[in-house]
């Protein structure tokens, strides 16, 4: 079993910075593909980002591009999420998934660790 914890979310004005946190337990975290996800208040959990087992490739939502960076740190078993430029419509709960899958996948249903979420405001 893995458990995983999110830190780092908090309330910031549109234009700042975040930068969340994923802190793996139970199991070696190269072991996974990391993904970062998303739900706002009303709406379907969405895929944010990816990242290959040892970094090499990442993939993003399309609007989060060239705002956020996913990047990890396997000595540390910690994942994290660097979010710039943040706008209103970036407000929702994140939460990070492993994958154990040999491909990427954006599909929430073929993850198979999630920690439970951190919260990320952003007032306009």
């Known amino acids: 079993q893995v458990q995983l914890v999110e830190s780092g979310g908090g309330l910031v004005q549109a234009g700042g910075s975040l930068r969340l946190s994923c802190a793996a337990s139970?199991?070696?975290?190269?072991?996974?593909?990391m993904a970062w996800f998303r739900q706002a208040p009303g709406k379907e959990r969405e895929f944010v980002a990816a990242?290959?087992?040892?970094?090499?490739?990442?993939h993003y939502l399309d609007s989060v591009k060239g705002r956020f960076t996913i990047s990890r740190d396997n000595a540390k078993n910690t994942g994290y999420l660097q979010m710039n430029s943040l706008k209103a419509e970036d407000t929702a709960v994140y939460y990070c998934a492993l994958d154990s899958g040999l491909t990427f996948t954006s599909n929430l249903n073929e993850m198979d660790y999630w920690g439970k979420g951190t919260l990320v405001t952003v007032s306009s």
């Open positions: 139970g199991r070696t975290l190269s072991t996974y593909r």
């Open positions: 990242i290959s087992r040892f970094g090499a490739a990442t």
